[in-house]
């Protein structure tokens, strides 16, 4: 840095950092002896006689600075030693190791580049209260290197995620995140209202329909990351502002679906934790063996002791309810009774990749039916460690079929089901145009990073996860 850089109340605009505390650190031969100038925040500081030991962190690692009286001078080292935890500081000097074997910089100029106003941690409890952790992630960042770590994997994740893609032939595009109707999934919507339009609109549930469109205007292979919203529950495992991926592919199927989820989970697993293996929870995983396959109605049948393709609606419902089931107004269905079912018997045994297929029709109005059998249609949604992490239909393309199914589903909203699917009639105009055989699947990337980081808890891999809005006074 020059000396004659520009300075505001004393302090520096800018530092020339040169290297990272993890590359001095991790290859010492080369560095020791060379002049090398680093930045970060002083997380410790001792002084001892004539010299200060700083501990400081920058976004790879720490890194001790040691000061010394005899090469910094009276009025540099007073100044030094004022230093806190805290302050963010630079410092330009050589690389040597400690007579206790710790590699450091002697620094021959330290410069203090901000002033901590308020007071850190304690650095032995860190952030002991699990919401302020969250309503400051910024703090948890600075006390507990884990949670730097989190979302350092989460962005290889999705990095790799787009790679796998790419590398595939798919194409990234953007869709709309306010869009007139919702669809796409099955949830209740956050409204807006656009001012020059004059009109109340919607934050997208899904993409879905969107790159479906894109599909039947040519484009063979879309996909998008992107940030979906849902008013729903807060709990483990859902947060109303979520990230996914969805990616659609012009004459493909489920099937292909199946393979591309188990290759593109592997290659993200193998960059994220160098290996196809993960604990999670407790359990081993294993993402580099052939992923099971377990057929939705077998599997309820099995658990149950019967053949629930046999029971009315009201049998099924009420089979779901002798299990603990709760239905709220207008969900005592066929497509819901099931679903619960799933949740409560067949989920929390998912412990291992298992892709459960062919779905009840009724649970899906976007997908396909199934060949050789019209009463299941050709869906599967992926379970890993007890979370449901992808969802994939052969997407049904039947213009006909698909208003039907909307109509169901209107009746459906008609009744009181809140996440019933709407009516669009734009995207059925779109389809009677034509739309090639597609394969589809969605992949939620917090929970999987919450697999590849071993946390149970959803706001602990979103780096701003929604908490319980603080009036002014409350947050100070």
Known sequence: MSEEAPRQNG????????????????????????????AGRIVAARASGKLVFLDVIDDTDKMQCYADFSVLG???????????????????????KTNRGEVSVKAENITLLAKAMRTLPDKWHGLQDVELRYRKRYLDMIVNPDAKEVIRRRTIAIREIRRFLDGRGFMEVETPVIQPLYGGGDAT???????????EDYLRIANELYLKRLIIGGM??????????????????????????????????????MRLAEGMLRRVCKRVRGSTTLEYAGNGIDLGKRFRRLRFVEAINEKLGLDTTKLSDDELVGAAESHGAKFERGTRTRAHAYGKLLDMLIQPTLVQPTFITDWPKETSPLARPKRGDDRLVERFELYIGGLEVANAYSELNDAALQRENFEAQERLRDAGDKEAEPLDMDFVE??????????????????????????????????????KRLDQQDAK
């Open 11 to 38: 302090l520096p605009y800018s530092w020339d950092v040169t290297d990272s505390a993890s590359d001095i650190k991790g290859d010492y031969q080369r560095y020791e002896g060379r002049r090398v100038s680093i």
């Open 220 to 257: 063979s292979r879309v996909y998008e990351v992107y940030k979906a919203f849902r008013n729903e529950d807060i709990d483990a495992t859902h947060s109303p502002e979520f990230t996914m991926v969805e990616a659609y592919e012009a004459y493909a199927d489920y099937k292909d679906m």
């Open 189 to 199: 919507p956050f409204k807006t209202y656009v001012n020059t339009l004059g009109e």
């Open 74 to 96: 009276e009025a540099k080292f007073a100044e030094v030693k004022r230093y806190n935890a805290g302050d963010i500081i630079g410092a330009a000097g050589t690389v040597f």
């Open 430 to 467: 779109a389809m009677e145009y034509g739309m090639p055989p597609t394969g589809g699947i969605g992949v939620g990337i917090d929970r999987l990073v919450m697999l590849l980081t071993n946390k149970q808890s959803i706001k602990e891999v979103i780096p701003f996860p929604m908490e």
